[in-house]
């Protein structure tokens, strides 16, 4: 298909849609203004209905196609139906949320429910800087719907509100609750009689044993080598404390030629030194390299909570993924083995302009019952930022895992937010940096150059808006 | 006859200019408006901020090197589709002699046509995706080739040594059969006269491609200079889908850069329009260039 096509279709829509005339006038940027006030459904407010919802309103959702696809979602909106029954909900997935939804955020008619999520995302950055979100903080104060005295922040995970605040407004929720560390496979370690390592000189030493038995140590996603930035940040951060990572993501000056991170650069130096990395690898998107990992080719892999359910269709029977923190460099590191990178993820929001706020916080609020949160966890096998939700659900194998990991980091789990304040930073710049690190073009001053240099070029960008989190 | 005019000129005329202005005008002039502003996307509030725009983008590194890139494709692609075009569609009109008066085509050139003509068929997506395919580092048709023969095996598209001459093969694959077809097609409309007395003068293959072929092909080597120069300034469907512009921006091209600007990894519509604004012009004294310099006269068979 070439744009010629493209634009021969378009006008033929254009040809049955709407006199030509009125679609001059209506130009890209000159759609609506302010008015949804007057169009905003509103309903009075009471015990039984907190957040105002008007009954009978239509709500309209958007999901993201991914690898949760959309089963949880529709369940989540049975549930609303059932205490709305007047409402009607329209449902709609797409993997393309910035392409769908853009125009309508500019006329101004978005929709109540938005899960932005995946590489179609629409930049947080963006959206906060042009009040495009609505204010989430009445939903936290309204009591759970499920949970007998308690609001929904009460119900939440520690750092639940505060990933999704901008400059002190909870703006975005997310929803799931994920852990980002090293994966193996129990069942081959234990054939193997190979433990895991909790130091790095053991990885590494762990890693030549790894060779000589025929199989590669690791393996990563080439194609998006950012995955291989959460492992080396987080050997940053267990070794020189949380403020290597408030530096990040304040783009303090030369955060990332801080001492830490040019100790875990130089320690992970080494797997690509060796040739510790399966051959090929740069050539690998994620599920490519993630597959090659579950046949057995590669021992570790890095990657998030997300992996089990991603990977459910290839994984061998028996084969126990299991996560494990990042080893540690040194006696010298401020955070124990056991510290983890535990964050909120799978954003979901309430655009401003959108005709049923209530209804979309009303929404939040089932999702994040204990019956929603507990009916995610059983249909994508993902934890939610739920506290306790986990309860009497029965996990696979990788999930419990995960579980046990955070459990055992406790207070000492860390994370970091820059990715979500400057999505460029990591998605383009540190993502460059990364591929040309671990595919050993570059070395470990070189590649912090790079990473510092991408750092720079947004903190200089007037036109990005800058964010601060406190330490 | 003379009252008839107007009705039939309105009536065929006006609606396709119309369509023309709404979609194709408008949005352009609508590009140039919003290039000169801040506008970020997501709402409707956008600042007029003069030409800071382009001054930015002249400074912009990852720009440079996206165009750099598109520059690159501008000098190859062209000559490398229309040179083996031109070469495989001589071979099917005309590549046989065996030693025989007259002018063949080689053994089975129906067939090869047809093979030919296969990428034209398949869209541009799934051409992506099968050399994703094609090209991966482990089990990808050629690593296993290459490894096959004991030889050893770069990683395609994952090392920024290699990665953009991948995409710029399968540049040349995807359009080749077509140029092809349109060659052929200009070439049996060549009088068989001219052949046969090149024959007898005892012309090589060669000189008769070169002397006797492409002058007569002129204009449609034109017109497909044209379309592929246009093409090569574009490049943005097969890039983003197989490399997305990387490793380390050694894939990017303007199309690339103004599609991860406005729906990427940014929400900059005003600087993507900015950028769109340049590739617009870029775009147009191209053409205008390859039209003129191409400019020859033109022969007519009578």
């Keep these: ?129 042009q009040n495009a979100l609505a204010d989430l903080g009445e939903l936290l104060a309204a009591p759970s719907l499920d949970v007998p005295g308690k ?70 996603a080439g194609i998006h080598p950012r995955y291989m930035s959460w492992p080396l940040i987080s050997t940053a951060i267990k070794f020189g404390g949380p403020s290597v990572a408030t530096a990040l993501d304040n783009l303090e000056p030369n955060a990332w030629k ?68 990042t080893p540690s460099l040194g006696s010298g590191d401020k955070l124990p083995f056991e510290a983890i990178r535990g964050t909120a993820g799978e954003p979901f929001m309430v655009p401003a302009k959108a005709r049923n706020v209530a209804g979309g916080l009303e929404y939040f609020r089932t999702m994040l019952s204990k019956k929603g949160a507990q009916d995610f966890t059983k249909k994508v096998a993902s934890l939610t930022v739920v506290a306790g939700a986990t309860e009497g659900v029965e996990l696979p194998y990788g999930l419990s895992t995960v579980v ?62 800058k964010f601060k989190r406190a330490a | 006859m003379r009252h008839g005019k107007w009705p039939l000129i309105v009536t065929f005329l006006v609606p396709p200019v119309l369509l023309y202005i709404v979609f194709v005008v408008s949005p352009y002039l609508q590009a140039f408006q919003i290039s000169t502003t801040d506008w970020l996307g997501y709402s409707a509030d956008a600042n007029s901020v003069g030409l800071a725009n382009f001054k930015t983008l002249w400074n912009d590194g990852y720009v440079w090197n996206a165009l750099q890139n598109n520059a690159i494709l501008l000098a190859l692609v062209p000559v490398l589709t229309i040179v083996l075009g031109l070469f495989f569609a001589t071979m099917l009109a005309m590549g046989g002699r065996k ?117 007569l092909l002129w204009d449609t080597v034109q017109v497909a200079w044209v379309y592929l120069a246009i093409f090569a300034l574009d490049g943005f469907i097969l890039v983003q889908l197989m490399t997305n512009g990387g490793p380390n921006f050694s894939t990017d091209v303007i199309g690339v850069r103004m599609y991860d600007t406005a729906f990427g990894s940014e929400t900059k519509f005003g600087y993507a329009s900015a950028i769109g604004v340049v590739m617009f012009f870029l775009t147009l004294s191209v053409a205008a260039l390859s039209l003129r310099v191409g400019r020859r006269d033109r022969i007519e068979y009578s």
């Design chain 2, 99 to 215: 030693g025989r008066a007259g002018v063949t085509g080689v053994r089975g050139g129906a067939l090869y046509r047809t093979v030919y003509f296969f990428p034209q068929v398949l869209s541009v997506v799934i051409i992506a995706l099968l050399w994703k395919e094609v090209y991966h580092p482990n089990q990808g048709l050629l690593t296993s080739g290459l490894h096959a023969l004991g030889l050893p095996a770069p990683t395609w598209l994952g090392d920024p040594a290699t990665a953009f001459w991948c995409v710029l093969a399968v540049m040349v694959w995807s359009n080749v059969g077509f140029y092809v077809v349109l060659f052929g097609a200009a070439m049996s409309a060549v009088p068989k006269e001219i052949y046969e007395a090149v024959l007898l003068d005892g012309a090589s293959r060669f000189t008769t491609l070169r002397r006797v072929t492409l002058p």
């Design chain 1, 1 to 129: 298909m070439n744009r010629r096509d493209i634009l021969r279709r378009s006008a033929a829509a254009g040809l049955l849609a709407t006199p030509a005339a009125g679609l001059l006038t209506g130009c890209a940027t000159g759609g609506g203004d302010d008015k949804s006030d007057a169009n905003a459904y509103k309903g009075t407010k009471s015990e039984q209905n907190p957040l105002g919802v008007k009954e009978d309103a239509p709500l309209e959702v958007v999901i993201f196609g991914g690898g949760f696809g959309d089963e949880y979602a529709k369940a989540h909106e049975t549930m609303y139906t059932e205490r709305y029954p007047k409402a009607t909900i329209k449902h709609s997935v797409t993997q393309e949320i910035s392409k769908t939804l853009q125009p309508r955020f500019v006329d101004g008619t978005p929709p109540d429910v938005v899960n932005n999520s995946g590489t179609g995302q629409i930049d947080f950055n963006g959206l906060v800087s």
């Design chain 1, 404 to 465: 046990k990991a955070l459990d055992a980091s406790g207070a000492n789990g860390f994370n970091w937010v820059y990715n979500n304040f400057y999505r460029k930073l990591e998605r383009n710049l540190v993502d460059a940096a990364c591929g040309e690190f671990f595919s050993g073009r570059i070395g470990p001053a070189d590649f912090l150059d790079q990473c510092q240099k991408g750092a720079d070029s947004i903190a200089q960008d007037s036109s990005i808006k």
């Design chain 1, 258 to 325: 801080s001492d830490a991170m040019k100790a875990a650069a130089d320690a992970w130096h080494q797997i690509v030194k060796d040739k510790y990395i399966l051959e090929g690898s740069p050539g690998l998107d994620h599920k490519q390299s993630q597959t090659a990992w579950c046949q057995g080719k590669a021992a570790f892999i890095s990657c998030g909570s997300w992996l089990e359910s991603e990977q459910k269709d290839v994984t061998p029977a028996g084969f126990n993924m299991t996560i494990a923190p």
């Design chain 1, 151 to 220: 609001t929904v922040k009460d119900t939440l995970l520690p750092g639940a509100v505060e990933i999704g605040s901008y400059d002190g407004k909870f703006l975005v929720m997310n929803y799931t609750y994920t852990a980002y560390g090293i994966w193996h496979s129990s069942k081959l370690f234990t054939d193997r009689k190979w433990e895991y390592a909790k130091t790095w000189d053991d990885h590494i030493a762990l890693c030549k044993q790894i060779k000589a038995a025929g199989i590669a140590p690791w393996t990563y």
